[in-house]
């Protein structure tokens, strides 16, 4: 039995009903697919640092409504190239990145630890939902190409609806779409800023997924970001920590 107090606890284990998850390198590895047509591009990857840098600040602008997709990713192809000196127009920075992205798109594919991860959860009747940042159609083609396109009861796409995370607005559509109040709902992403802190902020359960082990900046005493460093610990993190009693003698199923 539960106390009243126990019950407007934060931390109560069985709050949790579904699962939101990012898309890009939290399901997909996009990062491996990226690195491999930039060498299919260019012949090498040795300029990957630098890509990653110029993807950050334009993908950014995209993100704060600066500029569209197309525009982002043109002009971020513009951008890379003249940070090794060599300015192309933007016909020529077009047919670079068609190139690009045709090749990308080629490569898609999800993580090892994604299919039992979700065929985990579908088992114990966690509604799930995927909220991701980039155009729809896009992001819809991706979710079709690795096979992703009906494991969801529920898609938002930032593209979709005019907000992005961080923006507590999506996390909450997401919330609304599955029926279900914050408290009752875990985001799970690879981005601590914009996916674990935002849903925190949000009123979910933010997860940072850190694939990379990257050392977590100090947060302060109230921050309930939890972090994993693969999917394959999601279950457990569910069970101990943040969802309800009933799944844990499902938890070995992904073991």
């Known amino acids: 039995m539960t106390s009243a107090a126990d019950e407007s606890n934060p931390r109560n284990p069985a709050q949790i009903k579904a699962v939101c998850l990012d898309l890009d390198d939290t399901l997909v590895d996009s990062r491996s697919a990226a690195r491999s047509s930039l060498r299919e591009l260019l012949g090498t990857d040795r300029a990957w640092?630098?890509?990653?840098?110029?993807?950050?600040?334009?993908?950014?602008?995209?993100?704060?409504?600066?500029?569209?997709?197309d525009e982002m990713c043109v002009e971020r192809t513009r951008a890379f190239f003249a940070a090794f000196g060599e300015r192309i127009d933007h016909d020529e920075a077009r047919r670079?990145?068609?190139?690009?992205?045709?090749?990308?798109?080629?490569?898609?594919?999800?993580?090892?630890?994604?299919?039992?991860?979700?065929?985990?959860?579908?088992?114990?009747?966690l509604k799930l939902a995927a909220?991701?940042?980039?155009?729809?159609?896009?992001?819809?083609r991706k979710l079709a190409a690795v096979g992703l396109a009906d494991a969801f009861d529920a898609v938002v796409i930032s593209g979709e609806i005019g907000i992005a995370k961080p923006d507590p607005r999506i996390f909450?559509?997401?919330?609304?779409?599955?029926?279900?109040?914050p408290g009752e709902v875990a985001h799970v992403g690879d981005r601590l800023s914009t996916d674990a802190q935002g849903a925190t902020r949000a009123g979910l359960r933010g997860i940072w997924l850190n694939r990379d082990r990257i050392p977590a900046?100090?947060?302060?005493?109230?921050?309930?970001?939890?972090?994993?460093?693969?999917l394959r610990e999601l279950p457990e993190l569910l069970v101990t920590e943040i969802a309800a009693p009933h799944l844990a003698d499902l938890v070995g199923q992904t073991r």
């Open 49 to 69: 640092p630098v890509w990653q840098r110029t993807t950050d600040r334009y993908y950014g602008r995209f993100v704060t409504g600066q500029l569209t997709f």
């Open 96 to 125: 670079r990145e068609t190139r690009r992205m045709a090749a990308m798109q080629r490569a898609w594919s999800l993580y090892d630890d994604v299919t039992d991860t979700l065929d985990w959860m579908r088992a114990t009747g």
């Open 131 to 140: 909220v991701t940042n980039a155009p729809g159609a896009y992001q819809r």
């Open 172 to 181: 909450h559509t997401a919330c609304e779409r599955l029926g279900l109040q």
């Open 217 to 230: 900046p100090r947060s302060g005493a109230d921050d309930t970001t939890q972090a994993i460093t693969g």
